[in-house]
């Protein structure tokens, strides 16, 4: 087991496509981050809950996603320090 | 339905959605030109050609009639070649961008694959995490065309499966597992 997260389901998981020992783990209890491949792990304080996806955009790594169980997009473009809600348009 | 997003301010996002499994199209695709989505939420696998604007469903060689997609891995340098791991149907593979698909089952005692993780230093090498019937974690050394269990693979119900390129010394990497009991992590080289 990774050491330092709550012992509770990890929906989505992602590693810097070429920094690999920086992951993100999506949780009910929000995003965390590890820069050590898990070695410990600290949850984004401002970011989104009951997250059921991360993903980091492979061709701007500082750029990562979350997604929630309800259906929000939440982007960081700090490395997952600051998040805003994507606003959703269209039909 | 799932909708298009706009920039309009700093903050906010220029970002499309899957119209099927809500994910954005940068976090629901997994090949370089953006054209796969993965739909983990038991739905179907849609491309999208025209970076989210729209959506194609992909028709796999099932005799389901409906297969649940569980993940999606492309591999890291030839985006053609794509691997789809189903709820009901085991592994799919195409190597030409989706014009065709076959199944690469060979060796799966099962077919609830709920997670397919491709090695990034020798993407011939993945992994897959097989539920109920033939649980366990399988490799495949040639693509997917011979799977071998190698492992009892994690406690708990695996949600996504990935291979981290972070040396474990015993000339392997890291194979880590987010499960319904927390994150895991194994050396490969099991």
New interface residues.
């Given amino acids: 087991m990774v050491g330092g997260l709550p012992t509770s389901t990890v929906n989505g998981f992602a590693a810097h496509p070429t920094n690999p020992q920086l992951m993100y783990v999506a949780m009910r209890d929000g995003v965390f981050r590890s820069d050590n491949a898990g070695e410990n792990w600290t949850r984004a304080a401002n970011g989104p809950k009951n997250v059921a996806a991360v993903a980091i955009n492979a061709k701007r790594p500082t750029e990562v996603y979350a997604a929630t169980a309800e259906g929000k997009l939440f982007r960081s473009t700090d490395g997952g320090t600051q998040w805003a809600e994507a606003r959703r348009v269209g039909p | ?6 920039e ?1 301010t700093a ?3 220029t ?1 499309r ?1 899957c119209p099927v499994c ?3 199209v ?3 695709t997994h090949n ?1 030109f953006g054209e796969w989505c993965c739909s ?1 939420a038991h739905s179907g696998l849609y491309r999208s050609e025209d970076e989210g604007r729209s959506w194609q469903l992909v028709s796999l060689p099932s005799k389901h009639p409906h297969v649940d997609v569980m993940a999606v891995t492309a591999h890291p340098e030839d985006a053609r070649m794509v691997y789809v791991a189903t709820h009901e149907a085991g592994v799919f593979k195409t190597a030409d961008g989706g014009k065709s698909w076959h199944e690469a089952n060979a060796g799966l005692a099962g077919v609830d694959v709920h997670g397919l993780a491709i090695d990034p230093r020798d993407p011939q090498k993945l992994h897959a995490a097989v539920r109920d019937k033939g649980d366990g974690i399988y490799r495949t050394m040639d693509g997917g065309a011979k799977w071998v269990r190698v492992d009892d693979g994690p406690g ?1 119900e695996v ?2 499966l ?1 291979s ?3 040396s474990t010394g015993m000339g392997g990497i ?1 194979l ?1 597992a ?8 194994n050396p490969d080289c099991f």
């Fill in positions: 339905m799932r909708a298009a997003l706009e309009t903050t906010q996002v970002e959605y809500g994910k954005p940068a976090e629901a370089r983990d708990g949600k996504v990935s981290v390129n972070i890291f880590y987010g499960t319904a009991e927390g994150l895991q992590r």
